[in-house]
Every structure is written in structure tokens, then in C-alpha cells.
């Protein structure tokens, strides 16, 4: 079983990351946030079209940041990716510019490496 003290440092991490990121959504929700420099709601949700498309590739995206972990993206994630311009990845990621090119330069070698597909 886990110390105590462990405990209450892991509660407080899941609580201050829930905050983190229910914070902007609320904002998103309620129409708080501005649309500065063209980095809107209406922005990010017209870049991340092609992932869209894929089921469950925005938490595979997401999950693998947190985690930096890339190879928990799957095959039609990583092609979704690939399709992203790439003038949205600064909106997607504007804290972290070495993400993008880090799934990018995954996701470009497992698309070489994955036989075609069986007809």
C-alpha cells in the first residue's frame, strides 16, 4: 500500500491536472476565450478535422504527449497526423514546439514500416 504521503501528493497532482485542463474547455463552453491572433475554438476545431475523422486518435494525441510516449498512436492516428498543416501545430501545441515534429518524424517511419493493407 501506498504512504500516505504519496497519496496526498498523487490526489493533489490529479486534482491541480484536472484543473489545468478543465479550465480552458469551461472558457471554450462559456465564449470567455478571445480569439487572439486567429488561435480561437473555430481555429482548432478546423486543424484538428482530419483526426476527427479517427476514433479516438485526439486521446491517442493527447495521451502520448502527456505520457511522451509516441508509439501508444496507432497506424490511422498517425496518418490522421500527418495530414495536419503545419500552421495548425502551433495552435494544437503552442507550449511545446518540439511535439510536433516529434510525431511528425514518428509517425512518417511507422507509415514506411506498415505492410499494405490485405484486399
Aim: glycine share 6%.
Amino acid at each position: 500500500m501506498a504512504s500516505p504521503k504519496t497519496l496526498y501528493y498523487s490526489t493533489i497532482l490529479i486534482v491541480l491536472s484536472m484543473t489545468i485542463v478543465t479550465t480552458p474547455c469551461f472558457g471554450q463552453f462559456l465564449g470567455l476565450l478571445p480569439n487572439f491572433g486567429g488561435i480561437g475554438p473555430d481555429s482548432i476545431t478546423k486543424c484538428l478535422t482530419s483526426v476527427n475523422d479517427v476514433p479516438n486518435c485526439i486521446e491517442e494525441i493527447i495521451t502520448s504527449f502527456l505520457s511522451i510516449q509516441l508509439h501508444l498512436l496507432g497506424p490511422q492516428c498517425c496518418k490522421a497526423a500527418l495530414d495536419i498543416d503545419d500552421g495548425c501545430w502551433p495552435k494544437i501545441f503552442p507550449f511545446n514546439p518540439f511535439f510536433p515534429p516529434a510525431i511528425k518524424s514518428f509517425c512518417s517511419a511507422e507509415a514506411q514500416i506498415l505492410p499494405p493493407p490485405l484486399l
